[in-house]
């Protein structure tokens, strides 16, 4: 059984900083076996939107509403993503969820974390 267990949320003022995290676990799961490695968020009343992956090459996307402000990297070694975030903003106030996956056949392996809630006050 493989889990994905996000840590790292709380509430901070605008303008600060949090880094969220994402370990891995299960069998012989290993972030770098995964195609793709996300986060998402979604805010009270909104569909869940995709923040930022890393690709198993290392590729980077963000959305534009976070470019420059976070960051997406992982550590092998602890099989755990990270999310910097800097310079929050209270539109960043949302429950943040980690996901990884991979195209296996015709199909695709896809998992996910419990989510980790961020709320950003003014």
């Known amino acids: 059984q493989v889990q994905l267990v996000e840590s790292g949320g709380g509430l901070v003022q605008a303008g600060e900083s949090l880094r969220l995290s994402c370990t891995a676990s299960g069998r012989t799961f290993s972030i770098n076996d995964m195609g793709w490695n996300r986060w998402y968020r979604q805010a009270p009343g909104k569909q869940r939107e995709l923040v930022g992956s890393i690709s198993s090459g290392g590729t980077t996307y963000y959305a534009d509403s976070v470019k420059g402000r976070f960051t997406i990297s992982r550590d092998s070694a602890k099989n755990t993503v990270y999310l910097q975030m800097s310079s929050l903003k209270p539109e960043d106030t949302a429950v943040y969820y980690c996901?990884?996956?991979?195209?296996?056949?015709?199909?695709?392996?896809?998992?996910w974390g419990q989510g980790t809630q961020v709320t950003v006050s003014s």
């Open positions: 996901n990884a996956g991979r195209i296996v056949g015709l199909g695709n392996e896809d998992y």
